[in-house]
Nanobody
């Protein structure tokens, strides 16, 4: 069983940055593929970024590529999402997710992740 707790959300102006953190319980953190997803009001949850358990390959949604960076610190059981050049359309609740040994090819699919955090609100507004 893995428990995930996100932090770092808030209200920022367009063009500013935020770093989200997701701390996980458990002793096999390095064996998990970790993903960030987001859900805006009235919209479906969408993929943002993933970092794969084997080799730390990273994948991004086209809408955030070049602005967001996902990283992990296995010693701290924590995954991060650095968000730069934020836009109003990035406003959403952001969730981290984890799945054991999840392959890169499936890492964009929210339905396959077994563990989810409670979410953290990110609001980008002037």
């Amino acid at each position: 069983q893995v428990q995930l707790v996100e932090s770092g959300g808030g209200l920022v102006q367009p063009g500013e940055s935020l770093r989200l953190s997701c701390a996980a319980s458990g002793r096999t953190f390095s064996s998990y593929t970790l993903g960030w997803f987001r859900q805006a009001p009235g919209q479906e949850r969408e993929f943002v970024a993933a970092i794969i358990w084997s080799g730390d390959s990273t994948y991004y949604a086209d809408s955030v590529k070049g602005r967001f960076t996902i990283s992990r610190d296995d010693a701290k059981n924590t995954v991060y999402l650095q968000m730069n050049s934020l836009k109003p359309e990035d406003t959403a609740v952001y969730y981290c997710a984890a799945d054991l040994y999840l392959s890169a090819g499936r890492s964009r699919l929210s339905a396959v992740y077994d563990y989810w955090g409670q979410g953290t609100q990110v609001t980008v507004s002037s």
